[in-house]
C-alpha cells in the first residue's frame, strides 16, 4: 500500500488548502481530502517514529492523487519525510474494456454470466462483431486472463465488469438484450440463496430480453437443473426448450472435464414473447436532516442490508458515519457527513438495492416514514 511517515502533525483547523489539493475535515484520525479529480480519505497512525499516512480502502483513488494529497500534506504540516513508498510506483491505466458499476450499459447487446476461462465469450464476440458483449465474472484471474487475450487478439467489442450479475442487470435498459448466458454456474447446493437463477434474476432477464431473445442456462448439476426448471415454471407464462446431453458449438474446460466423467449436461433455454416497461432509474442520494438515534445493530432485509460500523467525530456539530449498505451479496461500504443537512462522502453506486437501503436508512434514522 502506497504510505509515507512523516516526523510531526500541526494542530490546526479545517479546512486548509494547499496548491490545487483541499483537506475538508479532519474526522477523529481520518481527514478528508478533495483533488481536481478525485475525493477521498487519507489516515494517520501515530508510530514510535513519526506518523504513518495512508489511504483509505474503501475511497482509494488513483495512485496519481494519492501522491498528490501525500505531498500536499507535509507541506501542510512543514514536515519532513521520515519514510516513503510511493516514488517508484507507477500509474496502472485503467483498461477501457473494463467497466464499473456506474458506467453507462445502454450499448450492451448480449451478456454471459461468469465466463470463466472466456472461451465462449471471444466466440460470442467473434460471432457478432457489430455487437457489444458484456462478460459478468466475480473471479478476478479469470478477468485479468481474458483482458490479456481479448488485447492480445484485438478483440473490440468486449466489456468486462467484476460484480454480482443480479445487480448489473437491474441497470440495463429494458427490451435491450438479443441473449444471456449462464454457463455452468456454481451450484451452491448448501447455500441456494447465492444461486445466480432465481425468481428475481428471471424477471430482470425477461424485462432486458428482446422479443424472442432467450436466456440459456446450461449446467451438468441435476440439482441446479431441478430447482432452475421449477424456477422457471413458476411463472404465469413461459416458453422453455429444454436439452440432455445435446452438443454445443464451445466446449468450456468445465465441459471437457464433465464428459471425461461421463456426466449429464442440461440446457435450459428461456425465449422471452413480452415487451416490457422502460426502466425509469432516478435514484436521489440526498438527505434532508440530520441523522440520529444512530445505532450499530446489523439491518438486514430481502434485499439489502444496513450496517453502522463506526462513527468518527469531527466536532460538536458534525460527525463521519461508515457504514455497510445495499445488497445482502454485494454491498457497498460508504462514509457520510453527518451534519445540519447530511451528505455522502462519495455516493453509492446508483443501483436499486442501493437506494433502498437508502430509503430506509433515513427512515430509521430520520423519523420519515415509509410512505414518504
Known amino acids: 500500500m502506497p504510505h509515507i511517515v512523516i516526523d510531526k502533525i500541526k494542530d490546526f483547523s479545517y479546512p486548509q488548502k494547499i496548491e490545487d489539493v483541499e483537506f475538508l475535515f479532519k474526522a477523529e ?28 480502502k474503501i475511497t482509494r ?27 517508484g510506483i507507477k500509474e496502472k491505466l485503467p483498461n477501457k474494456n473494463l467497466l464499473n458499476i456506474e458506467d ?12 470463466g476461462s472466456g472461451r465462449h465469450l471471444v466466440y460470442l464476440a467473434k460471432e457478432n462483431r457489430d455487437k457489444i458483449i458484456l462478460g459478468i465474472e466475480i473471479h478476478k484471474p479469470s478477468i485479468e486472463q481474458v483482458l490479456k487475450r481479448i488485447e492480445h487478439e484485438k478483440i473490440t467489442n468486449i466489456r468486462i465488469l467484476n460484480h454480482d450479475a443480479r445487480i448489473i442487470l437491474s441497470k440495463i ?16 447446493d448448501k447455500k441456494p440463496h447465492r444461486r445466480v437463477i432465481n425468481k428475481d434474476f428471471i424477471s430482470e432477464s425477461i424485462r432486458t430480453l428482446k422479443q424472442n431473445g432467450f436466456l440459456h442456462l446450461r449446467t451438468d448439476s441435476d440439482n441446479y437443473f431441478e430447482y432452475s426448471l421449477n424456477e422457471f415454471l413458476s411463472f404465469n407464462k413461459t416458453e422453455l426448450k429444454v436439452k440432455k446431453n445435446m452438443p454445443y ?28 416497461k422502460e426502466l425509469v432509474e432516478n435514484f436521489d442520494f440526498s438527505f434532508e436532516k440530520r441523522l440520529k438515534g444512530l445505532d450499530f445493530t ?9 450496517h453502522i460500523e463506526k462513527i468518527f467525530k469531527i466536532d460538536s456539530e458534525k460527525e463521519l458515519i461508515r457504514l455497510t449498505l445495499g445488497n445482502f451479496n454485494r454491498p457497498e461500504h460508504v462514509y457520510i457527513l453527518n ?34
Open 29 to 56: 484520525n481520518l481527514v478528508g481530502v478533495k483533488t481536481d479529480s478525485a475525493k477521498f480519505l487519507i489516515k494517520i497512525i501515530k508510530k514510535e517514529n513519526g506518523f504513518l499516512v495512508k489511504y483509505d
Open 61 to 87: 483513488p488513483i495512485i496519481s492523487e494519492i501522491k498528490k494529497a501525500y505531498l500536499a500534506f507535509v507541506k501542510l504540516n512543514e514536515a519532513n519525510i521520515i519514510f516513503e513508498n510511493i516514488k
Open 104 to 115: 453507462d450499459l445502454s450499448a450492451i447487446d448480449i451478456v454471459e454470466v461468469g465466463f
Open 173 to 188: 435498459p429494458s427490451n435491450r438484450l438479443s441473449a444471456i448466458y449462464v454457463h455452468f454456474p456454481v451450484p451452491w
Open 249 to 276: 458449438i464451445v466446449s468450456s474446460k468445465y465441459e471437457d472435464r464433465w464428459k471425461k466423467l461421463n456426466k449429464d449436461i442440461y440446457d435450459i433455454y428461456m425465449i422471452n414473447h413480452q415487451i416490457s
Open 298 to 306: 446489523p439491518k438486514v432485509y430481502d434485499n439489502f442490508v444496513i
Open 339 to 372: 451534519k445540519e443537512v447530511p451528505e455522502y462522502f462519495k455516493a453509492p453506486a446508483p443501483i436499486k438495492e442501493n437506494y433502498l437501503a437508502h430509503l430506509e436508512l433515513k427512515r430509521l434514522f430520520n423519523g420519515i416514514s415509509k410512505s414518504e
